[in-house]
């Protein structure tokens, strides 16, 4: 069983598109982090959160403890915006989903 | 600016050489982490460090080895044991262990040929 479960797995989206990524969560956190890596690149970390809402730019993360979930919105899609989306939650240790791959056409 | 850095952040090897791959933090965390990613399969923990000096094993450290000698560094080395070295490695750190002030290094890509 994966403590940490996102979907979609895979997600294909219109430039301009409003885009949602979902994650669950099995086990306690402390937080939970919104990571994101480019086709043969590096991992760049988006947000960390403990509670609530977060907002950078056309990015929001939203978190809500009671029902261990977590959304990751990107608003006004770009091509650009084409990676994987990984989610990560601190726990006694990490735990990470296994990501949702991102596709902008333009 | 506080943060962790690996290097380098593309590292090419020959089949059967040691390798180590580098991760610093300038954040004064206690905990260290890595973590290996195959492709389309999700990340998995090699080895933690809690302390300076004291490391423990994860679920896939074969093949691997690992030194905590001072607070900031956490140096992975891939030995000619690991059967299948090549995939993208991520060092992250944390104050407390896996507590709510964590960080990632932007990882590397090792190839063997």
């Known amino acids: 069983k994966n403590e940490v479960e996102q979907s979609p797995q895979n997600l294909t989206a219109q430039e301009g598109e409003f885009i949602t990524i979902n994650c669950s969560y099995s086990?306690?956190?402390?937080?939970l982090h919104w990571l994101q890596q480019h086709p043969g690149g590096g991992i760049v970390s988006l947000f960390m959160?403990?509670?609530g809402k977060k907002k950078h730019g056309r990015l929001i993360a939203t978190i809500n403890i009671q029902e261990k979930h977590s959304s990751l919105h990107i608003t006004a899609s770009h091509p650009r915006d084409s990676a994987v989306y990984i989610c990560?939650?601190?726990?006694?240790?990490?735990?990470f989903g296994t990501g949702t791959s991102l596709t902008v056409i333009p | 600016d506080g943060g962790i850095t690996q290097s380098p952040k593309y590292l090419f090897r020959k089949e059967g050489q040691n390798v180590t791959l580098s991760c610093e933090q300038n954040?004064?965390?206690?905990?260290m982490y890595w973590y290996r990613q195959d492709p389309g399969q999700g990340l998995r923990l090699i080895y933690y460090?809690?302390?300076?000096?004291?490391?423990q094993k994860g679920d896939i450290a074969e093949g691997y080895s690992v030194s905590r000698e001072k607070k900031e560094s956490f140096p992975l080395t891939v030995t000619s044991a690991q059967k299948n070295p090549t995939a993208f490695y991520l060092c992250?750190?944390?104050?407390?262990?896996?507590?709510?002030?964590?960080?990632f290094g932007q990882g590397t890509r090792l190839t063997v040929v």
């Open positions: 954040l004064n965390h206690d905990a």
């Open positions: 086990v306690g956190i402390s937080a």
């Open positions: 990560a939650v601190s726990g006694n240790q990490f735990y």
């Open positions: 959160l403990s509670s």
């Open positions: 992250a750190s944390s104050i407390p262990p896996a507590g709510p002030e964590a960080f």
């Open positions: 460090s809690q302390i300076v000096n004291d490391f």
